[in-house]
């Protein structure tokens, strides 16, 4: 099983609905957990950290579940600017590589 | 605000020739990382450093080096450039102290073909 793993897409969802992803992570031992975006060759920026049980920023709410090793990204109320894809990082404190990154999901939101 | 600055953005090389990509942040971290992104793929980790003085491979590292003399300063060398070294290279840094684990803050890129 890969450390991370994420369901590549593409979503295709149209504008205002609502769309959840699912990262999974093999690793008990993880710590901390962010969400990056990635826009189509640009640099990945940070969404959202999340230390505890979960997060929420405006329309984005991350929510961790430790008992069965996956966090989900939530985005109500999706805008066009939406569409990029979206990394699941995995701290593992200890570990050789201390973050490790799913290959992304990728959104795309339709008029 | 700088953040992590790399430089050059865009570069082409012909086979064989060596060039070294910078990278240098002024956030005071002391973790710094190099990645590379094939197109339509994710990350994967070249090398890293946990402060001055101290590198080490991550997933992908043969036919690179580092050297992190300052905190602020995590070039990468590339040797004998191969086309299979074509790609986008990321830099990023990220402060690690006390409990809390901060994320990474990314460069832009640097955009590399070998032809």
């Known amino acids: 099983r890969k450390e991370v793993e994420q369901d590549p897409g593409p979503f295709n969802v149209p504008e205002g609905a609502t769309v959840a992803f699912n990262c999974t992570y093999s690793?008990?031992?993880?710590?901390?957990f962010f969400w990056y975006r990635q826009d189509c060759r640009k640099e990945p920026k940070l969404l959202m950290s999340?230390?505890?049980s979960g997060n929420e920023d405006g329309r984005f709410t991350a929510q961790l579940n430790r008992a069965s090793q996956y966090i989900s990204l939530l985005i109500r109320d999706s805008k066009l600017s939406d569409s990029a894809t979206y990394l699941c990082v995995v701290l593992i404190r200890g570990g050789n590589t201390p973050l490790v990154f799913g290959k992304g999901t990728r959104l795309s939101v339709i008029a | 605000n700088a953040g992590v600055t790399q430089t050059p953005k865009f570069r082409i090389l012909k086979i064989g020739q060596s060039m070294t990509l910078q990278c240098t942040q002024d956030m005071n971290h002391n973790y710094m990382y190099w990645y590379r992104q094939d197109p339509g793929m994710g990350l994967k980790l070249i090398y890293y450093?946990?402060?001055?003085?101290?590198?080490d491979k991550g997933e992908v590292p043969n036919g690179y080096n580092v050297s992190r003399s300052t905190t602020e300063d995590f070039p990468l060398r590339l040797e004998l450039a191969a086309p299979s070294q074509t790609s986008v290279y990321f830099c990023a840094s990220r402060r690690v102290s006390g409990a809390l684990d901060q994320p990474q803050h990314f460069g832009d890129g640097t955009r590399l073909s070998i032809l």
């Open positions: 450093s946990v402060g001055a003085g101290i590198t």
């Open positions: 999340v230390y505890s």
């Open positions: 690793n008990s031992a993880s710590q901390s």
